[in-house]
């Protein structure tokens, strides 16, 4: 890792084209930016091969998955940045060998009792899911869901190219392939959460060997890494876990609030929405080192800032347009000629999308700077708007469903920008001599 450090060019001198464009991280993005591409081709096609209560159905599923992993991805994010300090840190890669196996152990012990919690009628009922089958056929993946965060982080940590395109784009091919497979043998929906498991166990693969490679040779104990990498942690897990409810908490409650037709088109639009959010979610992962390098050199924070926030304003400015002109066509294209009916509130959908996406950042841009007050206001607001969308969802359907989630996340954008301000202001102010 220190050669690569050294490697990199002193600041102010331009990379030459060909050593750029072949360097790891363009690598990543391109890799990145494919298994999203498949991602976003498996909803295309299942939203078209199915009928609007099994893509529901097929949706809540996929929300239930992202929420696993988006808290063990707080997991990968640590251990990434454990890892990424070098030699220094050999006691602790000894010991994530074996907290990677570990894992692996606790979660197939608690796999039973998981999978018990996901047979109960109740649970199926909450969700609105016609099958209680579903849930159960993806906990048999659990065992894999922390090792695979973990094994993942260590990858990342050590920039190992091939294990982190290896892991993303094979996870996307046994998903997409493996679940079409399943439909077209008659599998049905059960067959295609069958292929969402088996994905999870085909992206640990390629990249197990980066959390096992530093054998024991120092006795570090798994449960001071433990603790360590929880300490890192917890406040993105916090995060994530409140970035899935803000987004989906529509989708989850629709078939208790919606008719089953309205619950459908929730479906299509919560697709739209998470499509456009992790269009730019991975921007989070260029602000955090970005607003850190910044403050190591002295320089001012916001002038750092700004490309990223700036792509996510044309990405939302771009779709606010589209979906003014023509929603119908986004919601058919997307979902599907079977989704038509959710068109009109295609342009709420792709507000609240953006203002959250505006949002997460601006929690992330904090954290950078030791600030967890912006994460603090994320969580904080999620049970009033929670509760806000779901008055509306009673009282008024899918409309002012929409129209109060937009509503919602534009209010905590605002709050968020302020907070941003103060803390940017409060940090120059500091700096400033009396």
Known sequence: ??????????????????????????????????????????????????????????????????????????????????????????????????????????????????????????????????????????????????????????????????????????????????????????????????????????????????????????????????????????????????????????????????SSHDADLIAALSLIQRVQFYACFGLAGVLLPTIITAVQQGRPVLPAATPIFALVLGVGAALAVASSIAPEFIVTTVAGPAYAGAAPEVLSAVTAAFAFTCSYLAATLLAALSDRRGIALVVLALPFATAAIWAAGQSGGIEAMLHVKALAQLILMALSALLVAYALKTRHGRKTPA
Request: with cysteine; charged share 10%; glycine share 6%.
């Open 1 to 258: 890792m220190s050669s690569l450090v050294r490697r990199v060019p002193a600041a102010g001198r331009l990379l030459p084209a060909g050593v750029l464009i072949a360097s790891p991280a363009v690598a990543i993005f391109l890799a990145t930016n494919l298994a999203n591409a498949g991602n976003l081709l498996f909803n295309m096609v299942f939203s078209r091969v199915l009928n609007p209560a099994e893509f529901h159905d097929l949706t809540v599923v996929l929300t239930i998955k992202l929420a696993i992993l988006s808290v063990f991805g707080a997991v990968q994010m640590a251990s990434a940045q454990m890892v990424a300090r070098g030699p220094e840190q050999e006691p602790s890669l000894s010991a994530m060998a074996r907290l990677h196996r570990k894992a692996f152990l606790i979660l197939f012990v608690a796999a039973p009792v998981v999978l018990s919690f996901a047979m109960a009628d109740m649970v199926t009922h909450a969700l609105g899911l016609g099958s209680s089958r579903l849930l159960p056929i993806l906990a048999l993946a659990l065992p894999v869901t922390a090792p695979l965060c973990i094994a993942r982080g260590a990858a990342q940590g050590r920039i190992s190219v091939r294990a982190m395109v290896l892991s993303a784009n094979l996870e996307m091919i046994v998903r997409l392939a493996g679940a079409y497979a399943a439909w077209a043998a008659g599998l049905g929906l059960e067959g295609i959460v069958g292929a969402i498991a088996l994905s999870l166990v085909a992206g640990w693969l390629p990249v197990r060997d980066d959390a096992t490679r530093q054998i024991a040779a120092h006795p570090a104990a798994e449960s001071t890494l433990a603790l360590r990498l929880a300490v890192l942690a917890w406040p993105f897990a916090v995060l994530q876990v409140a970035q899935v409810f803000h987004l989906d908490a529509d989708l989850l409650m629709s078939a208790a609030v919606l």
